[in-house]
């Protein structure tokens, strides 16, 4: 027993040497002095949790710190969250909320969570988390306000963990104001303590390269307020699967700048600035044009340029300066787009007319000299710029369809005389002249201007709707509480059909959570159990509380039939089959373009005693000679295999090609392909393509063709099988097509919002129920040329109408499900 102990023993040490002699030799190859590697400063723990790649994989985490981690620039210790401010001054009396900024820059966004944080203090306790610092950092602090730096956090949610449970696991906190999708990293920390969220999104989606957190944000917040109505627009043109995210538009208020440091009111930039417009007192002649803010091309500097140079052509002999305060950040960016610039003003020998000074924190004197701000941006949601010069009475000039001031312009019947074309500089400086021809004019449209700002930009309004909102949240956060828990204890929930790839790790009990968020945000939707469809029960029944679950309504309201629920086919239902004297003529066409799926298809149909005639489609001719030695293995009877033209997909061979012979020979008939989905990751497309084929043929020990047609043969009311989707699918990009083919089709139902079909175009169906589609007579002609859009497109359209699909008689859907197959 000693010697075994010791003979161990001598092994670990060994191992250990050796380890230790490896770690030495690759400090010493990568010119790692082992002076500068402080071991406390590493904490093997944390550096697996937090990275969990480095766990998965097996790498040994110091070696990987030391080789790559610190290079970039991951964390070897956890960090420590610097504070000021003492919650000992904090008001017991008040509750508190939580305002998170995504870094402190003079800039829109941080000035505006800033302005939040402050007038919320009034009332709340507030802490202030930055995930990024900057020059009004120390503004936000104040008494009845914790400032909390954790720049660490800003795009890892297990660091999140980390560090914010120890400082707010717990408090309790009423709400929390996300201030922009850069900061959606937090989001899941409060949503999965049920602490109420709102986001604040302010970007363009079409701006921003990681949509994903348009998706986080939209996920786990409770609330989702847009600054303006064109942000709003242009997430759901760049992300459909959020279109029926439920927002708020609340255009934000005019933030106070009084409050902040002024560090630049002494430097020789502000003085220049401030001598520039004292100028003005003395020189009434001259037109003095300004744009504001960081010069980057989404600013539209150029343009502002372009306008200037514009002008100067038409009106030579008037006296216009054109003056760009914002700050430099080529060199932050790697552009240069600023010696582009140059160029351009030295090309248009604008060196008199146009000029550029540094970001300054105290601008506001500008707007009361100034004749005109020139917003030029490509794309700017709700410009704080635009905002303080309207309340100053100063005409802001801009482009349509390029921020929400544009919009709310020409809601206050400004737009003719203050808002021009997408990017159309010659309009807007024929606005901007206009202006400088006619005092009257001027003199009016900064009276309209002022009279917009007080309505419209009231930051105490802003605040308390934003306040107004956080409280409803608190509602949403326990509708959504109650409904996880109905659900959960109805035990009606599928977790082996509802799961998605991504929730497998995850409880049962925050599996129904992801679920429910699913159908809060509307993405990661799902189905939650066989027979029932979500979106069909809200739109067609109705909930009793706006925040509700469909899901979790359906099971307070009793389960109540409706067109919510489908008739479900089991793999375990019981009953005898006798699918051996089928009297009923039967069909099934397959369509033929992956021949390895030929195999499979025709290894399922021999576990059934079922031997439907076959006609097979043939879309690729080098495969021919492949599909005849296949289906040559087929003990029943294949009537006909075609050679057809790659068109029109499985549906073109399927109606242009054997429709009408199918119709008048059979009663039933089937339609499989052999799906891939080359545009879905692989192990997608075989998932699907292995679902719709256990649903619909099944296995050895399912024989589902015999089930189906068993079941269809002894009830005629049956028109259509097909298997239950977990994933609602919707209409998409297809109603507009779909519409106009339902009239061709006579179809009188209206097509609903949410439907269910056979996703995939794979079925057993009645013959009869078919007919209208292969009496409209399509030809080859018709159908859409290849390459086709996963989506969109004529095929799609009649996929999701086959339900719909009129008959003499009416006829139901079955759909079916096997137990522990899912997609």
């Not at 709310?408 to 019947?413: D, P, V």
């Not at 002894?714 to 919707?730: Q, R, T």
């Not at 969109?792 to 719909?804: C, N, V």
Request: aromatic share 10%; with cysteine; hydrophobic share 40%.
């Amino acid at each position: 027993m000693l010697n075994a102990i010791k003979k161990t023993s001598e092994i670990i040490m060994t191992i250990f040497r050796r380890f230790r002699g490896k770690l030495n030799s690759i400090i010493s190859r990568n010119n790692i002095s082992q002076n500068n590697f402080d071991e406390t400063q590493f904490d093997e723990k944390f550096y697996l949790e937090i990275y969990p790649d480095i766990s998965r994989n097996g790498i040994n985490p110091l070696e990987h710190f030391m080789l790559h981690g610190r290079a970039e620039g991951r964390l070897g210790k956890q960090p420590h969250l610097k504070t000021v401010g003492n919650i000992d001054d904090f008001n017991s009396s008040f509750e508190n909320i939580v305002v998170v900024s995504h870094e402190a820059t003079l800039t829109g966004a941080p000035v505006l969570a800033l302005n939040i944080a402050h007038e919320l203090s009034n009332k709340y306790n507030v802490f202030v988390i930055l995930l990024g610092l900057g020059p009004i950092a120390d503004s936000f602090y104040k008494k009845g306000i914790i400032v909390i730096s954790a720049e660490s956090i800003k795009s890892n949610e297990m660091l999140v963990e980390y560090l914010l449970d120890d400082f707010l696991g717990q408090v309790k906190i009423k709400f929390v104001i996300v201030n922009t999708i850069v900061s959606s990293s937090v989001l899941p920390f409060f949503a999965k303590r049920n602490i109420p969220t709102l986001s604040l999104i302010h970007e363009f989606a079409s701006s921003v390269k990681e949509k994903g957190k348009f998706r986080k944000s939209c996920f786990w917040a409770n609330q989702v307020v847009f600054s303006s109505n064109i942000t709003y627009k242009n997430m759901v043109e760049e992300i459909p699967d959020l279109k029926d995210v439920p927002v708020n538009i609340v255009p934000q208020g005019k933030c106070n700048i009084n409050f902040l440091n002024n560090k630049s009111k002494n430097n020789e930039n502000h003085q220049r600035l401030i001598k520039l417009f004292q100028s003005r007192k003395s020189d009434d002649s001259e037109f003095l044009i300004v744009g504001i803010g960081t010069i980057y091309y989404r600013k539209g500097v150029d343009l502002f340029i372009q306008c200037a140079a514009h002008i100067k052509n038409i009106q030579p002999k008037n006296k216009f300066k054109f003056i760009w305060i914002g700050k430099n950040v080529d060199e932050e960016l790697k552009t240069d787009y600023c010696s582009y610039l140059k160029d351009q003003i030295q090309r248009n020998s604008l060196e008199e007319e146009v000029s550029f000074f540094d970001e300054s924190d105290d601008i506001q004197f500008i707007y009361e000299f100034a004749d005109a701000l020139l917003l030029t941006s490509r794309l700017d949601p709700l410009p704080n710029v635009a905002i303080d010069a309207l309340t100053s009475g100063l005409p802001v000039l801009c482009f349509d369809k390029a921020s929400g001031i544009a919009d709310i312009m020409k809601e206050e019947g400004l737009g003719s005389v203050c808002v021009a074309p997408f990017l159309d500089v010659h309009a807007l400086a024929e606005i901007l002249l206009n202006l400088f021809n006619s005092k009257e004019l001027l003199a009016n449209v900064k009276s309209k201007c002022q009279n917009l700002a007080k309505t419209r930009f009231n930051l105490s309004n802003y605040v308390c709707a934003l306040e107004k909102i956080g409280l409803a949240a608190s509602e949403v956060v326990e509708q959504f509480m109650q409904d996880v828990a109905d659900i959960e204890k109805s035990e009606l929930f599928r977790f082996d059909y509802a799961i998605l790839e991504h929730w497998k790790d995850l409880s049962p009990t925050d599996v129904i959570k992801a679920y429910v968020r699913g159908w809060k945000s509307g993405f990661d939707l799902r189905k939650p159990m066989p027979g029932f469809h979500p979106g069909v029960y809200k739109e067609q029944h109705g909930l009793k509380s706006q925040y509700s679950d469909p899901f979790a309504d359906y099971i307070r309201a009793g389960c109540p039939e409706g067109p919510w629920n489908t008739e479900v086919m089991s793999d375990i239902d019981s009953g005898s089959i006798d699918a051996s004297n089928l009297k009923t003529k039967i069909a099934l066409h397959i369509h033929v373009f992956y021949p390895e799926v030929l195999r499979e298809i025709l290894g399922r149909l021999a576990f059934n005693i079922t031997r439907p005639d076959l006609f097979i489609s043939i879309s690729n001719p080098n495969i021919e000679d492949v599909v005849e030695k296949i289906i040559s293995t087929y003990d029943g009877r294949v009537v006909r295999a075609v050679l057809t033209p790659n068109c029109g997909r499985d549906i073109g061979p399927f109606v242009t090609e054997f429709g009408k012979e199918i119709i008048e020979s059979y009663e039933i008939i089937g339609h499989v392909h052999t799906k891939i989905s080359p545009h879905a990751a692989n192990e997608v497309g075989k998932n699907w393509s292995n679902f719709l084929l256990e649903n619909l043929l099944g296995n050895e020990f399912n024989p589902m063709v015999d089930k189906i047609l068993h079941s269809m043969s002894n009830n005629e009311s049956v028109g259509l099988v097909y298997p239950d989707d977990p994933l609602p699918i919707g209409w998409d990009k297809n109603y507009k097509y779909a519409f106009e083919l339902a009239c061709k089709l006579n179809i009188q139902k209206p097509l609903d919002k949410h439907i269910n079909f056979p996703v995939g175009t794979m079925f057993w169906a009645r013959t009869k129920k078919l007919t209208s589609l292969i009496e409209l007579g399509l030809n080859w002609s018709d159908y859409p040329a290849e390459p086709l859009p996963i989506d969109g497109t004529m095929l799609h359209s009649i996929e999701r109408l086959i339900p719909y699909l009129p008959t003499q008689v009416e006829m139901k859907s079955i759909v079916t499900n096997i137990r522990n197959v899912t997609r």
